[in-house]
């Protein structure tokens, strides 16, 4: 996408903001943002404050009256009541009884902190298209912009189209940007939409809002209320010390915090490099072999997506739509992460060939959600050898891909000294070490073949068997229904190596597996 980056001749550093508009409303002009020294744009903070989060994220913005409520103690409280609520004299605060005497037709719903959480992630992650400083503060949004108002033509054009996002997602949000991010939070959640770059313009800016918006403890507001302090004008114009010493530190490092005094750091959210796009065919496929040049497309950008976020793609799966709306998927197994396009096409491939449709496909759709980060190594600068690949694991992976993941497993050990017991299927890889340290014959016989006498002499396929002198007693199963108590030997005959045991209860020599 190209962005036209036009120049604003008169742009103010201190510029008012309707809620719900994307158009700004000049005010008296200050120092121009596109002629600010590059420090004086280090941070500027945009907080977003959501009024209806509580009924955005239950998906109840209805019409009729509705309000959602909390429980406190032995009643319910209002938390956020909606539009047609308000204009019956509704507010938030208000006992559930009270609110249901003013409207008895009054709809409650009880408020789902996880929905609102979720709602919160989804917005946050949304925001990452324009900054990738994204902070999620109690129940608002806040973007770290100062690095992307270039990028999108200055602040005017980014605001702009920050807004109009937001408030297709959301009802009536207010935006706000600010120097530092306590102020930024601080105007959005009082509604103050405003638009300063310059930290001068903080105080005038703030000094109208209420104290009880900065300081929440009881014992404070009625302090400061005995004192005659009822904005935050009022309340920077106390001696610091003061201050301090009346209503606590922690109240004037706030204060330094919205005015830009101290530092503020914030953690930005961390999104999940989560991959999935589709394409969608206008007349349809009806033969899987004319998906290969989409596959090969979606496939190139996941590799760009895994170069970009340094990791590995540890599993994924493709994703098919037909004409009547039913899904197919795909998946394609790994057994070590990949990155490289080509070689996930090949498997993509040989996973293909098990699906059979006659129906016409719409869509297809790749996605990856398990990944492993890229692990770092050091490489010889004059070395132009590349390494050999590792044939076991890319055999192992087509295999999987075209016979299915169950066709191909591993053996490992399990914790018994039967040797029929003594092994089970895992995943291909896995390894363990021999925990008696004994030598096991790589064939082992499912069920154990009776061994001849012959003249005194132990006969296997008319060979002569030759015992090793050595010989290991394996007497377990007690606690089952399977007991055993043998003597295996190491034999051999002219052709072959076999493992061999004499039963202790009967006397009988049977072949129990081939070296």
């Given amino acids: ?16 903001v309707r809620r719900g508009s994307p158009d700004l409303a000049k005010v008296p002009p200050t120092t121009l943002v596109d002629t600010l020294p590059p420090a004086a744009l280090d941070h500027l903070w945009l907080a977003v404050s959501f009024p209806f989060l509580p009924l955005e994220a239950l998906g109840q913005v209805r019409q ?19 539009y047609s609520a308000q204009r019956s004299g509704i507010q938030a605060g208000m006992t559930l009884i ?46 770290d912009i100062a690095g992307s108002t270039r990028l999108f033509g200055g602040i005017a054009q980014l605001l702009e189209q920050i807004q109009a996002w937001i408030a297709s997602e959301a009802l009536s949000p207010c935006v706000s940007v600010m120097p530092t991010p306590a102020s930024a939070i601080l105007c959005a959640r009082t509604g103050k939409s ?28 009625q302090a400061l209320n005995r004192f005659g302090i009822n904005t935050l004008g009022d309340l920077l114009r106390l001696p610091r010390d003061g201050m301090a010493r009346r209503l606590g530190p922690d109240l ?87 990155r490289d396009a080509f070689d996930l096409m090949k498997l993509s491939q040989l996973a293909f060939e098990k699906f059979k449709t006659k129906d016409v496909i719409t869509h297809i759709a790749l996605k990856a959600s398990c990944f492993a980060p890229m692990p770092s190594s050091s490489k010889d600068i004059f070395s132009t050898l590349p390494k ?13 891909n075209r016979l299915g993941r169950h066709a191909v497993q591993g053996l490992c050990l399990q914790p018994d000294h039967r040797p029929e017991k003594a092994w089970g299927h895992c995943k291909v890889g896995e390894t363990s070490a021999l925990s008696h340290g004994a030598q096991r014959p790589l064939w082992l016989l499912e069920t154990p073949r009776s061994v001849r006498i012959s003249q005194g002499q132990l006969v296997l396929g008319g060979q002569v068997l030759f015992l090793q002198s050595q010989r290991e007693r394996i007497c377990s199963g007690w606690w089952d229904s399977h007991p055993i108590r043998r003597d295996y030997y190491h034999a051999r005959t002219a052709t072959l190596r076999v493992w061999i045991f004499r039963d202790l209860n009967s006397g009988n020599w049977c072949l129990h597996g081939i070296f």
């Fill in 194 to 221: 405003l638009c300063i770059t310059a930290r001068e313009h903080i105080h005038g800016a703030i000094r109208e809002i209420p104290t009880q918006a900065l300081v929440t403890d009881t014992k404070r507001q």
């Fill in 64 to 82: 009729q009256p509705m309000v959602v409520v909390v429980q406190q103690g032995q009643m319910q409280k209002v938390i956020t009541p909606n």
């Fill in 252 to 338: 004037v490092q706030k204060l330094d915090k919205l005015l830009g005094r101290q530092p503020d750091p914030q953690k930005a959210i961390t999104p999940p490099p989560v991959f999935h796009q589709r394409i969608v065919f206008d007349a349809g496929i009806a033969n899987t072999e004319q998906l290969v040049p989409f596959m090969e497309t979606l496939l190139e950008e996941l590799q760009i997506h895994l170069t970009r976020h340094h990791i590995l793609a540890e599993q994924f799966e493709w994703h098919l739509l037909n004409e009547s709306d039913s899904s197919h998927r795909i998946p394609v197994y790994l057994t070590h992460p990949h």
């Fill in 98 to 143: 009270a609110a249901q005497t003013l409207n008895p037709a009054l709809h409650a719903i009880s408020r789902d902190i996880a929905a609102e959480s979720n709602r919160l992630q989804k917005l946050a992650l949304m925001a990452g298209n324009w900054t990738p400083a994204v902070s999620i503060i109690e129940n608002n949004l806040l973007l």
């Fill in 1 to 16: 996408m190209i962005r036209t980056h036009q120049s604003l001749k008169s742009r103010s550093a201190l510029t008012a």
């Fill in 388 to 400: 050999s690949a590792d044939y076991g694991t890319s055999l192992v992976d087509r295999l999987q």
